[in-house]
């Protein structure tokens, strides 16, 4: 695992890491009593440089996955490491976006791009030469003096993808990252995540409910369930994809199953169904 403060190709080298989890298991302690079991049994191996989304209704555990990996809280069984390296805590190695926004108010734009560089020891004009770069490549070059406060939701989001690069990570682990996004919005943040990834090549684990989302950006969907992996599909659609994309038969196809995963059976046609 690499340490703060380790040297760091600040030119956002591609990378080629390997995420392994093996029979993790996490229970939680209630406050009224009794465990939870958010995690059962998960195995998964995500190649080197491929992107998965991670789908499942609502309290299935994916963030408590996303959490493990990312090493904020220790798992209860199992094991998970990247390239061998086990995960014992947070890592520069795995960058994490959240739903909520992940940039410090009281930073400029450009303070915000450049602070996990500045945790790692790289010299002022560097990190301030590498978030710039970042920030360009997300369409922020002409903000970069601006506060937090002066941008649009759809540009804070902007700039906690420009950050999260800006550290180099072999692994990117993003929690519904544009779930409040509106439609315009959002396939716009999509574009941006997926030239940066199509560069770098991290390893992608992306926590989503959004169906449609999960289509346009992963070469591979797992459903979570009741804490276990029920169902794990390979998206084989053209790149780069677009909105018309969804309406291939393979998309279609993925998309009444899951959303019968989803428990949006219902609304899903019958007998059209090739599992
Ligand atoms: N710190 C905690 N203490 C106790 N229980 C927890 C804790 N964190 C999560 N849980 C429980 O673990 C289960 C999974 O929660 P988690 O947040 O991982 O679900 P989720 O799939 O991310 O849901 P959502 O889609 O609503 O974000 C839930 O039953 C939740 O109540
Ligand atoms: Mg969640």
Known sequence: MAAYGAPLN?????????????????????????LVEAVSDVSLIIPAQQFVCLIGPSGCGKTTLLQLVAGLIPYSRGEIDVDGAEVVGPSPDRGLVFQRDSVFPWMRVIENAAYGLKCRGVSKDKRLDTARAYLRQVGLGNVERSWPRELSGGMLKRVAVAT????????????????????????????????????????????????????????RIVVMKDGRLVDDRQITLPRPR????????EAVNHKEVLLR????????????ISQ
Request: aromatic share 8%; charged share 20%.
């Open 10 to 34: 600040v030119k956002g080298a591609v990378s080629m890491a390997v995420l392994r989890l093996r029979h993790v298991t996490q229970f939680f302690l209630r406050s009224g009593g009794g």
């Open 164 to 219: 999260v690069f800006a550290n180099s990570p072999k692994v990117l682990l993003l929690d519904e990252p544009f779930g409040s996004l509106d439609y315009v919005t959002k396939l716009q943040l999509h574009q941006v995540l997926l030239n940066l990834w199509s560069r770098y090549k991290p390893t992608v684990l992306f926590v989503t409910h959004d169906v449609d989302e999960a289509m346009l950006l992963a070469d």
């Open 242 to 249: 677009t909105v018309e994309s969804l309406a291939l038969p």
């Open 261 to 272: 995963h989803l428990g949006l059976g219902d609304l899903v046609r019958t007998g059209l």
